[in-house]
């Protein structure tokens, strides 16, 4: 029998605001059976701090991740059954020599979440700085999906600017931007909507916000858990 080969998506964490927004991304990569390659920025590593209390250490990162994959949006631990982690790979920032640093290495494409104002300038303009930002480039010229989820508000001419030619390089711009017909009640609402329109951008099927089906008032009609109808 042929072993099945590994073909992941690969996660780049830049230091925006919004690490809850990577957290729900990685769970329904976990959920849906996909693989995933992760990639956490050095800037990201604070925001992680400040947002959650969670130290990221290249040397304990399994464990690390899985704390902070169940956390909720509102940082109580516990809120998430911890995912199996088994098919996650993890490369350091710095790591100019990892696998998805080269186009042979194969992938199904990247996801930026989230995306900050000088991830955005450094994918735009090639500059692969570090690990996250030749990912990026790789994804591009390589012609997978790379989905951008931008997190900033308000977005400057030069930022706009960047985020047009990642557009037209072939990228998805997702701007993090909750929307309410959904029913939210909760914050975790809000970031699974955002996840669950990064995943829609990359194909994975996944159940984390209700789906608008062209009836007016259907957010006022009580959900099941994780976005069930």
Same mark, same amino acid.
């Given at each position: 029998?042929?072993?099945?080969?590994?073909?992941?998506?690969?996660?780049?964490?830049?230091?925006?605001?919004?690490?809850?927004?990577?957290?729900?991304? $990685?769970?329904?990569?976990?959920?849906?059976?996909?693989?995933?390659? $992760?990639?956490?920025?050095?800037?990201?590593?604070?925001?992680? $701090?400040?947002?959650?209390?969670?130290?990221?250490?290249?040397?304990?990162?399994?464990?690390?991740?899985?704390?902070?994959?169940?956390?909720?949006?509102?940082?109580?631990?516990?809120?998430?059954?911890?995912?199996?982690?088994?098919?996650?790979?993890?490369?350091?920032?710095?790591?100019?020599?990892?696998?998805?640093?080269?186009?042979?290495?194969?992938?199904?494409?990247?996801? #930026?979440?989230?995306?900050?104002?000088?991830?955005?300038?450094?994918?735009?303009?090639?500059?692969?700085?570090?690990?996250?930002?030749?990912?990026?480039?790789?994804?591009?010229?390589?012609?997978?999906?790379?989905?951008?989820?931008?997190?900033?508000?308000? $977005?400057?001419?030069?930022?706009?600017?960047?985020?047009?030619?990642?557009?037209?390089?072939?990228? #998805?711009?997702?701007?993090?931007?909750?929307?309410?017909?959904?029913?939210?009640?909760? #914050?975790?609402?809000?970031?699974?909507?955002?996840?669950?329109?990064?995943?829609?951008?990359?194909?994975?099927?996944?159940?984390?916000?209700?789906?608008?089906?062209?009836?007016?008032?259907?957010?006022?009609?009580?959900?099941?858990?994780?976005?069930?109808?």
């Amino acid at each position: 029998m042929t072993e099945r080969k590994r073909t992941p998506w690969v996660v780049g964490v830049s230091g925006a605001s919004g690490t809850p927004y990577a957290a729900a991304v $990685l769970r329904g990569l976990l959920a849906a059976g996909e693989s995933v390659d $992760l990639v956490v920025s050095r800037a990201s590593r604070l925001t992680l $701090l400040d947002e959650t209390g969670i130290a990221f250490r290249d040397a304990h990162w399994r464990d690390d991740l899985g704390e902070w994959l169940q956390r909720g949006a509102d940082g109580k631990p516990g809120t998430f059954a911890r995912p199996g982690l088994d098919d996650v790979r993890y490369w350091g920032a710095g790591d100019l020599a990892a696998g998805p640093s080269s186009g042979s290495y194969p992938v199904k494409g990247m996801l #930026i979440v989230p995306a900050s104002t000088a991830c955005v300038a450094g994918v735009a303009l090639g500059l692969s700085k570090d690990l996250l930002q030749r990912v990026a480039s790789v994804t591009l010229k390589e012609r997978r999906r790379l989905v951008v989820a931008v997190r900033e508000t308000p $977005l400057n001419g030069q930022t706009l600017r960047h985020l047009v030619a990642l557009d037209e390089a072939g990228a #998805i711009v997702l701007p993090a931007s909750p929307a309410f017909y959904a029913g939210a009640t909760h #914050i975790q609402d809000l970031v699974d909507f955002v996840a669950g329109r990064v995943l829609d951008a990359a194909g994975v099927p996944h159940r984390l916000y209700r789906r608008w089906e062209g009836e007016l008032g259907g957010s006022r009609t009580p959900r099941e858990a994780n976005g069930g109808d």
